[in-house]
């Protein structure tokens, strides 16, 4: 079984700095998707990147980059230029790519906290 | 992108009565949804896996005869919990993939916040 472990369970950056989430996982697939999403106080889910693992180019979306190093089964998330509306619970998901009845089933880690500062 | 709607939001409910939640899909057919359950400021547990026109597969550990899924359209998905007890108060989210495709992400209802009195 697949294990996704975000070993921050809290962070805080300053506005308009950089901050950096941990996240490593534990597969024995070698095709799979890994997805950072964002929970705002509002509790809905908001996908904020994804990165097939195939690709060795590293996702980008705005602020927002990874750290995909397949080799050490790790996938942190960059967020630059940090605003007040990033604060928000973040969770790493690793989804394998296999094409049996269930595929798709997400592991989530436990979450990080990310408390911005103005 | 695509939506996916859940109903209600929120629901308060006696001890010992039933909640039917709905996961929609407003914009796409979705040929699996997938039902979380989440405590305050933890992760989410996946619940089951509600594949269209078949029985949902149950995780380890989730009592099937306690949270009733059926998925009898590509679009509509529902859990019920059944004899709801205080302890069952929780968090539940839905999510759905598009139907026969295999490298999106899945899309996330807003959730329903269920509070068993």
């Known amino acids: 079984a697949q294990t996704v472990t975000q070993s921050q369970p809290e962070m805080s950056v300053q506005e308009a700095e950089t901050v950096t989430l941990s996240c490593t996982y534990d597969?024995?697939?070698?095709?799979?998707?890994l997805f950072w999403y964002k929970q705002p106080p509002s509790r809905q889910m908001i996908l904020v990147i994804r990165?097939?693992?195939?690709?060795?180019q590293n996702a980008t979306e705005n602020r927002f980059s990874v750290n995909f190093q397949k080799a050490a089964k790790s996938f942190s998330l960059k967020i630059s230029d940090s605003q007040l509306g990033d604060a928000a619970m973040y969770f790493c998901?690793?989804?394998?790519?296999?094409?049996?009845?269930?595929?798709?089933?997400?592991?989530f880690g436990d979450g990080t906290t990310l408390t911005v500062k103005p | 992108g695509a939506v996916v709607s859940q109903h209600p939001s929120w629901v308060i409910c006696k001890s010992g009565t039933s909640v039917k939640i709905e996961c929609r899909s407003l914009?796409?057919?979705?040929?699996?949804m997938f039902w979380y359950r989440q405590f305050p400021k933890q992760s989410l547990m996946l619940m089951a896996t509600?594949?269209?026109?078949?029985?949902?597969?149950?995780e380890q550990g989730v009592e099937k005869d306690k949270f009733l899924i059926n998925h009898a359209s590509l679009t509509l998905s529902t859990l019920t919990v059944t004899s709801a007890h205080p302890e069952d108060s929780s968090f539940y989210i839905c999510?759905?993939?598009?139907?026969?495709?295999?490298?999106?992400?899945?899309?996330f209802g807003q959730g329903t916040r269920l509070t068993v009195v």
């Open positions: 597969t024995s697939e070698s095709d799979y998707y």
């Open positions: 998901a690793y989804r394998s790519a296999s094409g049996d009845t269930n595929a798709g089933k997400s592991t």
């Open positions: 914009d796409f057919q979705a040929t699996t």
């Open positions: 509600s594949n269209e026109g078949s029985k949902a597969t149950y």
């Open positions: 999510s759905a993939r598009v139907y026969k495709v295999m490298n999106t992400e899945a899309f």
């Open positions: 990165q097939e693992a195939y690709k060795q």
